[in-house]
């Protein structure tokens, strides 16, 4: 191994040790909590590596919202291709985009809340964010009738993403988020 591919694999490993630590560190005490001089003692390393990295804190959080919209993607897709018909796949998709969420708040909002410099709806998208937008793509697509389905897809998330913010900040009832979800579904799928 030479000397070039030992530092490549060791910045890589530092990278992924500051995106976890910050993504830890934000689900546990809140995205305030994440700051530069904090991950920097987290992970044992002076700020200027950390800044040798990234730029400062918004870069960070744009690099855990990518890392989220992998993950999200992968849920997505295990939920869509498990179902047995295309409802059903509407059904599992939408339930495991609740879950995430509520699971996941603080890397929720790094992807759908925070202010982030990454390119949504454009071809420029990063990957993990044009999947996970694909396995809503895909939920969808059987159920289009008149309808184009990029727009289509975009109100769909919309829902979701609307029912799931204005439960968590309190401006709905948590008990009816099932009934609520479902209803988005079924009207959706009919």
């Known amino acids: 191994m030479s000397i070039q ?3 490549e694999r060791e910045r890589a490993e530092r ?3 500051i995106i976890t630590a910050a993504r830890e ?3 546990s005490e809140g995205w305030e909590a994440v700051t530069t001089r904090r991950l920097a003692e987290e992970i044992e390393y002076s700020q200027p590596v950390l800044y040798s990295h990234f ?3 918004d870069a960070i959080m744009a690099a855990v919202a990518v890392e989220g919209f992998a993950d999200l993607a992968a849920e997505l897709r295990a939920a869509r291709t498990s179902a047995s018909d295309p409802r059903r796949a509407l059904a599992d998709v939408g339930a495991a ?3 995430f969420a509520e699971q996941r708040p603080a890397l929720y ?3 759908f809340t925070h202010i982030v410099d990454l390119p949504f ?3 420029e998208a990063p990957p993990a964010l044009q999947e996970a937008f694909g396995e809503l793509r895909e939920a969808v697509r059987p159920l289009v009738r008149d309808d184009n389905l990029e727009t289509l897809t975009e109100t769909f998330w919309s829902g979701l993403h609307g ?3 204005l439960m968590r900040n309190g401006r709905l009832r948590r008990e009816d988020h099932e009934r609520r979800l479902a209803l988005l579904l079924s009207r959706f799928s009919s």
């Open 5 to 7: 591919t030992r530092r």
């Open 15 to 17: 990278e992924r040790l």
């Open 25 to 27: 560190l934000a689900e």
């Open 55 to 57: 730029k400062g804190k």
């Open 97 to 99: 985009y609740a879950a």
């Open 109 to 111: 909002d790094s992807m």
């Open 121 to 123: 709806a454009t071809p």
């Open 163 to 165: 029912l799931l913010t």
